[in-house]
Each structure stands twice: as structure tokens, then as C-alpha cells.
């Protein structure tokens, strides 16, 4: 993935990466975390979930593998290894970072053993404080290593066991989560580094991560104080914590330069799994434990300076190592400081808490336990139930713009009972119902019919020059009669699949809805008795998914799939949409064409459709105000060219008019409606009534007959 930093954006504000991909509205609210807000909050569902949907992409591309990505709750913001968290929160300057983090939690989940960490940190706090409590007698080794034996682990080895009981001090050293930090630390960077060199497109948003904890002018000027520089174990994690920093300075403490020697951040990459990150994280403690303790008692007064400062630091290089995780830092170098301070700079009551604060957001970033804002427990569900029933929206380009449409793959429970929408309603119409199961009944006497392309044809051609002997014209053969072979010729039909798409537009309401509803369950339960027929029924309107913005865009929805629902499924479903909106026909066509031209590939394919009338349907989109007007010729001709990518891939098409428009002599009438129906759908126009299923299976027949 490449992108093009160089990019000026529209109101020549900061770029951030996320602009390449994120809605210019998407930072118009803060999302909020009210539990008993009523109806949609800050910015829609839909951006929400988009938003997810992009990070987790992400994820999944340097995962290699599907890593669920949620939005924090508040009870599960942090790295378990296997799922990713991210923040609700909507600043423009967190954006990036937030993606970076997710994709930093995201090769935690593929990079690090979370059950080895679980294993032995445990029982490192246990067993090693069991030790150090006592006397080192063989016996509490002994009992020591046959705790790694139930971990399965070979990693306290005899002699990391004695190294550590020699420790009269364990207890502080590696029984109080030090371990586990020092390792976090270490397998940050290791991960880090692997990601930045197997998927460079993603670096930008690791950049912004370690911009926003790590490479800040907070940060710069708390290591370049005299602040952190005696000897104790906070002084060397805030210094190990940044040592990646240009304005690190490793003379700050006794052995720094020798940690970051071991540690060798340039060749980080020779550490190959958790186990090796451990050990290393193992002998840092060890070093920092021998400093520590070799140190005079600290006094609360500042170390001494240091005369060399100035040469070990100028210009703000330090004498740290290359920065190798972040290089298109902002540049804060240090400015020369004043002589007499020794060349460190002290920092004020104000600046020492606030450094204090950065060092904590850091140590829990570490952690995988980063603050992030959390969405409601309504919210969450209102997100789970889009994620369940796919819900996307797509751009499809109409005369030069892009016109956003959304498309739910699937209509599930959780979607209909937790997201409004004007495509449905919570309660099935009881009138719907009965129309439906009218439906049923007719379509088991059309099954029938149907159930004819299960059922194969053999046809026998004798007399033949050549195929197989017939066995009755062997006795022939001494006669001069050479036409004594015959074949067989099997004729049996592909298995087939019928897209059903329904208007389902306020003009729709009524009867004309109902007969929809019943012609189509008909041809569904067909279908299924038939036994070589998948069925597909597809929505299509104008709404907005959980979400008060404008007067809604186009949407297609998917209520009923025969390869994964039954027929309980369909009269369930059908039975809870709704009419209303407009008619964006060809919109909603363009939105899933690609979905039905693949189901189509190497079987029978026919896409049938319902509908009362011409496309109508309007919007302002952007932020510069412009509207869609899709209507008249124009949106006629775009649904023919729509129609037109069907036939041109083998699908057959039959579009039913619902509607009276026949005049007294049984004629059409000639109406603007009908000339553009037919302008759209051309000689597949069919205005026959819907409610005679009978006259509708003579039409499908003569379809099934074209694919014979």
C-alpha cells in the first residue's frame, strides 16, 4: 500500500493518511457513550462502521489472517491476542495513531505468545517469590522447575534459575510485574521493527503512534533535564522507555549505554519470538538490578552535571542510537542550553507532572492497556448487529459523482431489532404475512413445474456411422451395411440461480407491495422444490441505516439467500420490510453487480424485477452542497446500461411492471412510466399481473427455454 504524502488537501490543513480513505465528515461529532441516548449519536453508524471496517482490513492485510476489530467498551481495552480494540474518538490529530495502534495490537496478535506470557509471568510472580521467601535448597528449584514442566515451557533453564537465586532481593526485582514491563518494552520493538519491514504502506500510521507517546517535545525535554538520572528502576524504564529518541542520552545513568548495547535496536530483528524478547527483558533487570545496588543511597537533590553535556548532545543529536522506528519525526532538537545549568534543563512543577502523565500513557500503551474512548453498550450492539448483516456502503459513479449506497448483505434479527432504518420495522405487517404465505401455497403447485430442469433427457440415434456397436445391428454388418453404430445424447440443465429484486419505494405501499411480496415467496418455495435452484431476494430504496443525516441514499437489501437461510427465514423476513423512499433502480443494480455477475459464473442465471414505475431519486452530497438528480432519461438510460452488464454476462432478465395499466381493450397504456420501463428493460418488459403466479411462471418458462 503506497501513500502519497505529498498530497495537499482541500482546506490545506494537515494531511493525515486516513484522509486517502476517511470521510471529510467523519470528525463532525464526537460519538458519545450515553447509555440511554435515544437514537442516533454524533456521526452515523455507518461512518462508525466503515471507520472499523477499514482498520480492520488493515489489520487483517499485516495479521494475514482475520483479527476481529471492535470498538472499546470500556471493560476490554487492551492486547489479549485475539481481538483488537480501538477508540471512538474522532480528533482529527488521533486518527492516525489510532490506526497505528490497532495495527500495533493487531501484530501482537500474530507475533507474540500470549500463552507463554501467561505461563511464566505467572509463574515468575509465584514460584521466584516462592523461592526468594525461603531458603534455596534444592528442593524449592525442585519445585520451581516442575512448574515450567506443567507450562510446557523450556525456558527457565537450571541456569537462569540459578542466576536468579542468588538474588536476595527476587522479590522486588521480578516478582512485581518488573519482568513483564521490561519485556514489553523489548517485544514492542520487536514487533515494531517487523512490521516496518514487511509493510511499508503502513508505516505513516506507525509514525503518528510514535509521535503521539513517544516523540513529542514533552518527551524530548524530559530527557534532555536532569529529571530520571538517578539510580532506580523508574529513572532507567522512562530512559529504555525512549531510547529510540535522538535526544536520548546515555550517560544519564551508570550502565544505560551498556542496555542500549545489549538491546542493539539496529539488529532488533535477531530476536525471533517472545521467549528470546524475554530473555533479553531478563538480562536488562539483571544489569539495572547490579547498577542499582551498587549505587549510593540516592538524596532527593539533583545528580551532578554533567560538563560534557554539550559535546555529547549538540545540536540535539545525543549520543543515542539512530532513531530506527521513527524517521519523519518533527524536528525538535534541543536548543543550547544555558552554561550555567551544567547544559540540562530543569523543568518546572507543571512540566514534571505532565511529563509524569506522558511516562504513565506510555507505560500503558506497553501494556496494551491504552485509554480509549469507549462507545455505549446500545452503540456496541447497534455495531456488532451491522457487522453481523455486512452492512457496507459503496460508491457508485453517476454522470461524473460519486453516490454513496449502502448494501446489508444479509437482514438478521439484531439488525432489524437494534438499527432503524426505513427499509424496515421491528414488528412483521400482519397483512405482509398473509400475502407471503398466499405466496407459499402457490409456490408448491409452481415447484412442480419447476422441479422439470431437475430432471434429465436421454435420446437414442441409431443407424450411425460411428459411436458405439448396437448390438442389434451386428447381424447386419456381413451385409454391406455399415451403419451399425448408435448414440446416446443426455440433456440435463445447469444448476441455476434467480435473483429477485423488489421496489420497495413509498409508491409501492399497499397491494402493489403485497403482490410483490407474494410473488416472490411463490417463486422462492418454487425454487427450493425444484432442487437445482438457489434464490436470492433483494430490497432496494432510499434510507439511512441508524443515522439522522439527510433524507437517506440508496440502499439494497439483501432479505432472503436460499444457499443460507431456509424458507422460516424468508416469510420472516419479508414480512418486516417496509415501504418508503424513493427509487434509485440502476444505483442499487450498480451497487451489487459485481455479487450477481460472480453467483452467476457457470450456472443459469436470471435476475427478475419488481417495480411500479420510472427511477426517481435525489440528494445533496459533500460538503460543497451539490446534489444527484437521478431521474428521467437520464436515470432510465443508466439503469439500461446496468441491465445491459446482465445480458452481456449471461443473465437473463424479466422485469415485471406492478401496476394497472392495461386500458379497457387489454392494452398497455402509453404512459411516461411505461416508455421509459421499457427503455430500461426493453423487449423484458413485462406487463402482465403479477398476482396470476401462473402467467408468471409462463414468462420464467420462456426464459428457462432460452438457456436450453
Known amino acids: 500500500m503506497l501513500l502519497i504524502l505529498s498530497m495537499s488537501k482541500k482546506n490545506n490543513s494537515k494531511l493525515y493518511a486516513s484522509d486517502f480513505w476517511l470521510d471529510d465528515y467523519y470528525d463532525s461529532k464526537e460519538w458519545l457513550d450515553d447509555d440511554e441516548s435515544d437514537g442516533p449519536v454524533g456521526p ?23 483479527i476481529p476489530v471492535r470498538y472499546s467498551t470500556g471493560n476490554d481495552s487492551y492486547t489479549n491476542g485475539k481481538e483488537v480494540t480501538i477508540s471512538a474518538s474522532t480528533k482529527l490529530s488521533e486518527r492516525d495513531s489510532q490506526v497505528g495502534l490497532a495495527l500495533h495490537e493487531g501484530s501482537h496478535c500474530i507475533l507474540t505468545d500470549f500463552n507463554f506470557l ?18 534455596y535448597d534444592d528442593s524449592a528449584i525442585e519445585k520451581f522447575l516442575k512448574m515450567t514442566e506443567v507450562a510446557g515451557t523450556e525456558f527457565w533453564t537450571q541456569e537462569r534459575i540459578d542466576m536468579c537465586k542468588e538474588w536476595h532481593d527476587i522479590n522486588e526485582w521480578l516478582s512485581k ?58 529513572s532507567y524504564v522512562f530512559r529504555i522507555l525512549n531510547i529510540m529518541n535522538p535526544n536520548s542520552d546515555l ?77 519523519l519525526a518533527d524536528d525538535t532538537s534541543p536548543k543550547q542550553s544555558d552554561p550555567a545549568s551544567g547544559g540540562k ?5 507543571k512540566d514534571k507532572q505532565s511529563l509524569d502523565k506522558k511516562i504513565q500513557d506510555q507505560k500503558m500503551m506497553t501494556k496494551g492497556e491504552s485509554k480509549k474512548k469507549k462507545v455505549s453498550k446500545k452503540l456496541s450492539e447497534q455495531l456488532e448487529s451491522l457487522l453481523e448483516g455486512g452492512v457496507e456502503s459503496v460508491d457508485v459513479m453517476y454522470n461524473g459523482q460519486k453516490v454513496k449506497t449502502t448494501v446489508v448483505s444479509k437482514l438478521t434479527r439484531n439488525l432489524v431489532e437494534n438499527v432503524s432504518c426505513e427499509m424496515w420495522h421491528n414488528y412483521h405487517d400482519n397483512r405482509q404475512l398473509e400475502a407471503i404465505d398466499s405466496g407459499l401455497r402457490k409456490g408448491t403447485t409452481l415447484g412442480k413445474k419447476l422441479k422439470l430442469r431437475a430432471e434429465s433427457r436421454s435420446t437414442v440415434f441409431n443407424r450411425l456411422r460411428s459411436g458405439r456397436i448396437d448390438k442389434r445391428m451386428i447381424a447386419s454388418a456381413g451385409y454391406d451395411n455399415e451403419s451399425i453404430f448408435s448414440k446416446v445424447e443426455t440433456f440435463s440443465y445447469r444448476d441455476g440461480i434467480i435473483h429477485i429484486s423488489i421496489d420497495n419505494s413509498g409508491s409501492m405501499y399497499g397491494d402493489k407491495f403485497r403482490k410483490a411480496l407474494e410473488a416472490a415467496a411463490a417463486i422462492a418455495k418454487a425454487c427450493k422444490l425444484a432442487g437445482n435452484l438457489d434464490c436470492v431476494i433483494s430490497f432496494r430504496s432510499t434510507g439511512s441505516v441508524g443515522s439522522s443525516r439527510g433524507n437517506g441514499s440508496p440502499i ?153
Open 177 to 234: 510485574g518488573r519482568l513483564k514491563d521490561m519485556f514489553n518494552i523489548i517485544e514492542d520493538r520487536r514487533i515494531d521493527d517487523f512490521i516496518k519491514r514487511t509493510a511499508p504502506g503502513y508505516r505513516p500510521y506507525y509514525e503518528a503512534l510514535y509521535d503521539r507517546y513517544f516523540n513529542n517535545k514533552l518527551i524530548d525535554k524530559g530527557l534532555r533535564s536532569d529529571e530520571y538520572r538517578e539510580e532506580n528502576w523508574d
Open 251 to 327: 550517560k544519564a545513568l551508570n550502565c544505560l549505554q551498556q542496555i542500549s548495547d545489549l538491546i542493539d535496536l539496529k539488529n532488533i530483528n535477531r530476536l525471533k519470538s517472545t521467549q528470546d524478547a524475554t530473555a533479553l527483558a531478563l538480562e536488562v533487570i539483571a544489569l539495572i538490578r547490579k547498577s542499582v545496588n551498587e549505587s549510593k543511597p540516592q538524596s532527593n537533590t539533583p545528580a551532578a552535571p554533567d560538563p560534557d553535556i554539550n559535546e555529547i548532545n549538540p545540536g540535539g543529536q545525543g549520543n543515542g542510537p539512530e532513531l530506527d522506528n521513527h524517521d
Open 44 to 66: 452515523d453508524l455507518m461512518e462508525m462502521a466503515s471507520y472499523r471496517r477499514a482498520v480492520a482490513n488493515f489489520v487483517r492485510i499485516v495479521a494475514g489472517k482475520d
Open 118 to 135: 501467561k505461563q511464566n509471568i505467572e509463574y515468575i510472580n509465584n514460584g521466584l517469590a516462592y523461592i526468594g521467601s525461603g531458603d
Open 556 to 708: 439494497i437489501v439483501v432479505a432472503y439467500d436460499s444457499r443460507k437461510q431456509n424458507i422460516g427465514s424468508l416469510r420472516w423476513s419479508l414480512a418486516h420490510m417496509q415501504t418508503s423512499g424513493a427509487t434509485p433502480e440502476g444505483l442499487c443494480f450498480d451497487a451489487i453487480m459485481d455479487l450477481v455477475i460472480k453467483d452467476s459464473n457457470g450456472k443459469d442465471s436470471f435476475f427478475l424485477n419488481f417495480s411500479d414505475g420510472e427511477p426517481a431519486y435525489s440528494e445533496r452530497v459533500g460538503s460543497s452542497y451539490n446534489y444527484i438528480e437521478y431521474s428521467g432519461e437520464d436515470a432510465a438510460a443508466h439503469t439500461a446500461k446496468q441491465v445491459n452488464r446482465m445480458l452481456n454476462s449471461n443473465i437473463k432478465v424479466i422485469s415485471y411492471f406492478i401496476g394497472d395499466l392495461l386500458d379497457s381493450d387489454g392494452n398497455v397504456r402509453d404512459t411516461r412510466s411505461t416508455r421509459l420501463f421499457r427503455k430500461m428493460y426493453g423487449r423484458d418488459a413485462q406487463f402482465v399481473n403479477t398476482e396470476d403466479i401462473f402467467t408468471v411462471a409462463r414468462t420464467m418458462n420462456n426464459k428457462f427455454l432460452e438457456v436450453a
Open 345 to 349: 534543563n530543569k523543568l518546572s512543577d
